[in-house]
């Protein structure tokens, strides 16, 4: 195979598999910052148990994803490396930010979090908590705007040609602020606090249906339910404005993303559907007009299609993208029905005794995995030919000194280790979580003893 | 060129990565020094205190590596790009290990299985022996250079024509060192029979690196070329390897006077001085050519631009007082031996 095929397989296993844990440590993060400080503000025990509970799980996702994690930042280099001369006066700055800004203070606090129970104050062990909160959600934010500077390139010039040409930055927060890192960082936060917030909800409602740990149960489903509502209310919000950025400046991704292919016609808007880039055709149940409608409140406004650009200046996977796009959005739909129908029922009483609900709730942790996956692959392969939207191609990007032998053995150590890294990581949670919060055979504040 | 105190900014970020390598080689060289000797304890006891020693503080020290990569990337693109890029195979062993070491210390403890503890027990010891053993094998190749064409594109092997004999050295020292600085933090947080076993176990460490440190020194002087050249250019600079070497000597009598902390600081000042000695070596180049000298990578043809490094400076300004805060509660919060609770590992 070629070195560029093997390069974009292994950026994409190995990135793929990183981006399981962060989500879930910023959304596990925040859910304990709440039953920290719900503990510290009301001094029931029950509060203390949950935060240490979920803590022995947010140490493995944490420790997983920092580990995954360095993988990624040397991977611009090894297979990389005319990306990586070529973007790296702009993305250095913010991996820079990044590692003295976020990192060092996530990794700092939580040698605390984890293991400082017993050496400082409840006081200030809730303030490592927050640390390593802000932190993550920090880190998110700088590898956010790195990432959507390639999609939406702002604040720089290119310098030097041919080989020595790259992007420098002539304005740093025009940079930072460029058209859709705001809207795509907010999205990213919403995506990992669902994650983090249906760990909960699912681990909880199995307890539930299990008849353990009743009581600090439903207080924890409580609180990951009302933030899982909110979010994913608001995501469409998000969502809706990162597809307005994209439409404005990535219209080849947004045409890809509804298999338009009309040079500029009225777009319609698919629930579901089957691209044919062959025949250029897309069945499946639609709005006809209903991408206009979005983009221009307008059901006839034109947009622009996939065939407006030349066949090698547009994304080649185009019902993958598809594809990715509508089965994110279907998940966002089905979890904005299912936490608001399950508010409903908590708010008129008996969300609890629904059996075939809290069942739905057990397995449904992998749908807002499954939803940040494919929605990282629409923006990543709609983006496509490009690694640097219209300056730097992803065929011109890869290192060319490194061989596909190399990379083929790179390759299978990564599926290797990551395939026990994966079995350890759901034989270690599925451990504690069978284990519990506390050793039932004696009541919580027997436990508590304990601790 | 913009300059700072009369220095130009690519010198000034220079500065800036050594210092960030320089704070990884000392804070993780006791974390994998440690983890080194692991396999010299032989009670399951002794090893979970040896791994809680740094429980709580190699995730924090990991960041220096992260933020000096990063540092890298973002100074001297070119540096980053063309090293990664041709050290291909080192450094995906380099990184492997590094996730099977956290993967043993978070999942060693979460079975009392025999087979489970030993096998993680493994694992950990041979990724901390190839860490501290490839890192010196990457840092030799950085000093003797690698086979560097035009358009900085590599031409040479790809695994074993690293591993030159001087290159083994260099990372035998490494090893070396780290194990030294190991077993004199082991020292600092451990008592009782562990501590003894330690006392002795760091004076076959110094040993070893006493030994490896003079073979490769003599080494250096008769086959790098080079080296005498640069020192016949600024005799003064011959002050670092005999810093770095009364440095070493003096921790010795610090451990027999149970001056741990003290002897821990030597053994980083020895550290320092030695890769203040890489920087003095290589500066202003990054990464030599063997081919042509034209061809090597330097802090001038690897910068990022003026612009850009203006900006990384303020960040670095901004963010190392942040930084320096957080280790020094961490590290107070953690001072003293290693108590085993609910939570150790």
Do not use: C
Not at chain 1, 250 to 256: C, D, E, R
């Amino acid at each position: 195979m070629d070195v560029e095929i093997l390069a974009r397989i292994q950026f994409a296993f190995t990135i793929a598999f990183h981006y399981i844990y962060p989500p879930l440590s910023i959304g596990l993060g925040l859910i304990m910052v709440f039953m920290e400080g719900m503990y510290l503000k009301t001094g029931n025990k029950q509060y203390e148990i949950l935060t240490r509970f979920w803590l022995k799980i947010f140490a493995i996702t944490f420790g997983i994803g920092v580990a995954t994690g360095i993988i990624m930042e040397f991977e611009f280099g090894t297979n990389w490396s005319v990306y990586s001369r070529y973007v790296g006066d702009i993305f250095g700055s913010a991996l820079a930010a990044e590692g003295l800004f976020a990192f060092g203070l996530e990794s700092a606090f939580l040698g605390i979090l984890l293991f400082g129970w017993n050496r400082v104050s409840p006081k200030v062990h809730f303030i490592s908590t927050i640390g390593v909160f802000l932190g993550s959600m920090f880190s998110a934010v700088w590898i956010v705007v790195a990432n959507s500077w390639q999609q939406t390139p702002a604040g720089y010039h290119i310098v030097g040609e041919g080989f020595n040409a790259r992007a420098e930055v002539t304005d740093f927060w025009a940079m930072v602020f460029n058209p859709s890192s705001v809207d795509r960082i907010i999205h990213v936060w919403q995506g990992a606090f669902l994650a983090g917030a249906f760990l909960v909800l699912s681990v909880h409602a199995y307890y539930l249906l299990k008849g353990r740990y009743i009581e600090i149960s439903k207080k924890a489903f409580k609180i990951a339910l009302a933030l899982a509502t909110i979010v994913s209310l608001t995501q469409l919000l998000s969502g809706h404005r990162s597809a307005e950025v994209v439409a404005e400046h990535q219209p080849a991704k947004l045409a890809a993303m509804e298999g338009h292919y009309e040079e500029s016609g009225s777009a319609d808007l698919y629930l579901f559907g089957w691209v044919n880039d062959k025949t250029q055709e897309v069945t499946g149940l639609k709005i006809p007009g209903g991408l206009s409608f979005m983009i221009d409140q307008d059901f006839e406004a034109p947009v622009t299609g996939l065939n407006a650009f030349q066949k090698e200046d547009r994304p080649g996977q185009v019902n993958a993208v598809f594809q990715f796009y509508h089965i994110m959005i279907s998940i966002g739909m089905l979890l904005i029905a299912l936490t608001l129908y399950a508010s409903y029922l908590w708010w008129k009483g008996g969300l609890f005794e629904k059996k075939w609900l809290l069942k739905i709730f057990a397995f449904s942790v992998l749908l807002p995995q499954i939803a940040n996956q494919v929605g990282w692959f629409t923006a990543e392969m709609g983006r496509q030919p490009w690694i640097v939207y219209g300056h730097l191609r992803t065929d011109e990007g890869f290192s060319q000194e490194v061989s596909s032998n190399q990379i083929l053995f790179s390759l299978i150590l990564f599926l290797v280790v990551y395939t026990i890294l994966f079995l350890l990581f759901i034989y270690s949670v599925n451990k504690k979580i069978k284990h519990g919060p506390y050793d039932e055979a004696k009541n919580p504040d027997e436990f508590l003893k304990y601790v | 060129m913009e300059t700072f105190l009369g220095i130009d900014y690519p010198t000034l970020w220079f500065l800036v990565v050594g210092l960030l390598f320089s704070g990884y080689a000392i804070l993780e060289g006791f974390d994998y020094g440690a983890g080194a000797w692991h396999l010299f304890f032989r009670k399951d006891l002794s090893r979970r205190i040896a791994i809680n020693a740094i429980g709580p503080l190699w995730d924090a020290n990991q960041v220096w590596l992260i933020i000096g990569a990063g540092a890298l990337f973002a100074g001297f693109p070119v540096m980053y790009a063309t090293m990664l890029s041709s050290m291909y195979v080192p450094f995906m062993l380099f990184l492997m290990f590094l996730v099977l070491r956290s993967s043993a210390i978070k999942f060693r403890s979460a079975e009392e299985m025999k087979w489970w503890r030993k096998t993680w027990d493994i694992v950990y010891f041979i990724s901390n022996v190839s860490i501290s053993f490839l890192l010196g094998v990457v840092l030799a190749n950085i000093l003797q250079g690698i086979e560097i064409g035009e358009n900085h594109s590599y031409k040479g092997g790809l695994f074993f024509s690293f591993l030159s004999p001087y290159a083994v050295m260099v990372g035998l020292t490494t090893l070396a060192l780290f194990m030294t600085q190991g077993a004199i933090f082991l020292l600092l947080k451990t008592e009782g029979r562990l501590h003894a076993r330690l006392t002795f176990l760091l004076k076959k460490g110094m040993i070893f690196f006493i030994v490896s440190f003079s073979v490769m020194t003599l080494y250096t002087l008769i086959f790098v070329q080079g080296v005498t050249e640069k020192f016949k250019e600024h005799p003064e600079y011959f002050a670092l390897p005999i810093l770095a070497f009364l440095a070493i000597a003096n921790v010795p009598r610090l451990v027999s006077k149970k001056k741990y902390g003290n002897a821990l600081i030597f053994s980083s000042l020895t550290m320092a001085f030695l890769l203040m000695l890489v920087a003095f070596q290589l500066y202003p180049v990054l990464l030599p050519s063997t081919i042509n000298p034209d061809y090597s990578v330097t802090i001038y043809n690897a910068a990022s631009s003026q612009k850009s490094l203006g900006i990384m400076l303020t960040i670095v300004v901004i963010g190392s007082p942040l930084l320096a805060g957080y280790f020094l509660f961490l590290y107070k919060t953690f001072h003293g031996k290693v108590k085993l609770d609910d939570t150790s590992y």
